[in-house]
């Protein structure tokens, strides 16, 4: 699986939109863009995923550059209770692949503050 | 639907000793993997069961086991504990593998090792 980096930490005012890069310049054709995010000690709470195409959710938006080397997820209105570390992501699709295992990195821990 | 759950959420054992951990997935859901997270080395890929079978492997000792029952319930076990097994135990459920099938995790097991 490609490897992900990401910014050890931002922050953000609560009310506006964080912007969270991710770069996976090694990224392969049908590897797929996972967006998840955990609050202190409780379990990894899934946002957003995509392969090509920019996605939306009630959650985010994920672009996703159109040569796939980078994303960017987007939380449009920051909440306090949005602090927590991302995780950006790629994991191998297609179909009946057995490759499904997510490979986390440190994240980027994002603070909003008031 | 109700989430991933797992069982128990918090543990203590001595080490030498051997503990077995649960995790009951989203209903219809067929995935069940496995990761450990310690403050040292993040979250890391234990292993992935779907339909019983397990279908991928991380980089562990084989003191760590686990297996998967027909109903998708899965169980992990950890035999002759050691200092450094201390972790939180994440199950996340899929409704089957590869990268366009999202997990979802639990809330984790809290293992403590004396």
């Given at each position: 699986?490609?490897?992900?980096?990401?910014?050890?930490?931002?922050?953000?005012?609560?009310?506006?939109?964080?912007?969270?890069?991710?770069n996976h310049s090694t990224i392969?054709?049908?590897?797929?863009?996972?967006?998840?995010?955990?609050?202190?000690?409780?379990?990894?709470?899934?946002?957003?995923?995509?392969?090509?195409?920019?996605?939306?959710?009630?959650?985010?938006?994920?672009?996703?550059?159109?040569?796939?080397?980078?994303?960017?997820?987007?939380?449009?209105?920051?909440?306090?209770?949005?602090?927590?570390?991302?995780?950006?992501?790629?994991?191998?699709?297609?179909?009946?692949?057995?490759?499904?295992?997510?490979?986390?990195?440190?994240?980027t821990q994002l603070t909003v503050?008031? | 639907?109700?989430?991933?759950?797992?069982?128990?959420?918090?543990?203590?054992?001595?080490?030498?000793?051997?503990?077995?951990?649960?995790?009951?997935?989203?209903?219809?859901?067929?995935?069940?993997?496995?990761?450990q997270q310690t403050p040292g080395?993040?979250?890391?890929?234990?292993?992935?069961?779907?339909?019983?079978?397990?279908?991928?492997?991380?980089?562990?000792?084989?003191?760590?086991?686990?297996?998967?029952?027909?109903?998708?319930?899965?169980?992990?076990?950890?035999?002759?504990?050691?200092?450094?097994?201390?972790?939180?135990?994440?199950?996340?459920?899929?409704?089957?593998?590869?990268?366009?099938?999202?997990?979802?995790?639990?809330?984790?097991?809290?293992?403590?090792?004396?």
């Amino acid at each position: 699986d490609a490897k992900t980096t990401q910014p050890p930490s931002m922050d953000c005012a609560e009310g506006r939109a964080a912007n969270l890069p991710c770069n996976h310049s090694t990224i392969s054709g049908n590897e797929y863009v996972y967006w998840y995010r955990q609050i202190h000690s409780q379990g990894p709470q899934y946002i957003i995923h995509g392969l090509k195409n920019n996605e939306t959710n009630e959650m985010a938006s994920l672009i996703i550059t159109e040569d796939r080397k980078s994303s960017t997820l987007i939380l449009p209105h920051a909440t306090l209770r949005d602090t927590a570390v991302y995780y950006c992501i790629v994991r191998v699709g297609g179909r009946g692949s057995t490759l499904g295992r997510l490979y986390f990195g440190r994240g980027t821990q994002l603070t909003v503050w008031p | 639907k109700a989430g991933v759950t797992q069982t128990p959420r918090y543990l203590i054992k001595t080490r030498g000793q051997q503990v077995t951990l649960s995790c009951s997935p989203i209903s219809g859901h067929r995935s069940v993997s496995w990761y450990q997270q310690t403050p040292g080395q993040g979250l890391q890929f234990l292993f992935e069961y779907f339909s019983e079978t397990q279908r991928n492997k991380g980089n562990f000792p084989g003191r760590f086991s686990g297996r998967q029952f027909s109903n998708s319930r899965s169980e992990m076990n950890v035999s002759t504990l050691e200092l450094g097994d201390s972790a939180l135990y994440l199950c996340a459920s899929s409704p089957g593998t590869g990268g366009r099938n999202e997990q979802f995790f639990g809330p984790g097991t809290r293992l403590t090792v004396l």
